[in-house]
């Protein structure tokens, strides 16, 4: 973690953490796979307010989840569960490789669970699967919000282009934390670092702002 953000700027929280949303934080991301459906759905349950109030008042986040069975809300948006077995595929278009070329195609057994219900209108979409958003992003007042349906690279495999999968998370971290209004971009030399430990903790992860 320290090699991918620097000592002391970042600090990975549980679920359980109290002052989350503090203003020594402007970028959050949030991962509820392998497992950890269940308390990711708890977790919005109670502080959906909050988490909203964040992102409208300058506050960058990317959600995450491939749950097993809970849908997730935030604003007019869900993160749909659906089923996961059986072969996937997805086009990625994500134009930003700040971390080198991540490829335009995959397929997998499965790198989704389900899908995005996309209820606001102004929706950039990343990646589909079959025509179904499983990777989005769009603004919200000041801030900016990042939905995703992915699980863990282990289910993809290369496609018709190949995707660097590294290169892949590593951009969508960087594109995701760079959103954050009020600042400027933060360059991290090794965000897969961050992603990797992410997708298989239970968690959220918080990027501090820079002084």
Request: with cysteine; net charge neutral.
């Amino acid at each position: 973690m320290n090699t991918a953000f620097g000592s002391g700027n970042w600090s990975r929280a549980t679920f359980g953490d109290t002052g989350l949303f503090s203003n020594n934080a402007n970028f959050i991301f949030i991962d509820g796979g392998n497992g950890q459906g269940s308390n990711l759905f708890n977790w919005l349950v109670s502080e959906r307010t909050n988490l909203e109030n964040f992102i409208l008042n300058g506050g960058s986040v990317f959600l995450n989840a491939a749950s097993w069975g809970e849908s997730m809300n935030i604003f007019s948006s869900s993160i749909l569960y659906g089923n996961f077995g059986g072969g996937n595929s997805g086009t990625c278009y994500l134009s930003d490789n700040t971390f080198g070329t991540a490829g335009s195609y995959f397929t997998g057994n499965g790198c989704t669970h389900g899908s995005l219900s996309l209820g606001e209108t102004g929706w950039n979409q990343l990646m589909h699967n079959g025509g179904a958003a499983i990777l989005a992003e769009r603004s919200f007042g000041q801030g900016w919000l990042t939905l995703g349906n992915l699980t863990t690279d282990n289910f993809w495999g290369a496609g018709t282009t190949g995707l660097n999968t590294n290169s892949f998370r590593a951009d969508v971290l960087n594109r995701a934390q760079s959103r954050t209004h009020g600042t400027a971009p933060v360059s991290a030399p090794a965000p897969l670092t961050l992603l990797a430990l992410s997708l298989v903790a239970f968690g959220l992860v918080r990027r501090k702002q820079a002084n």
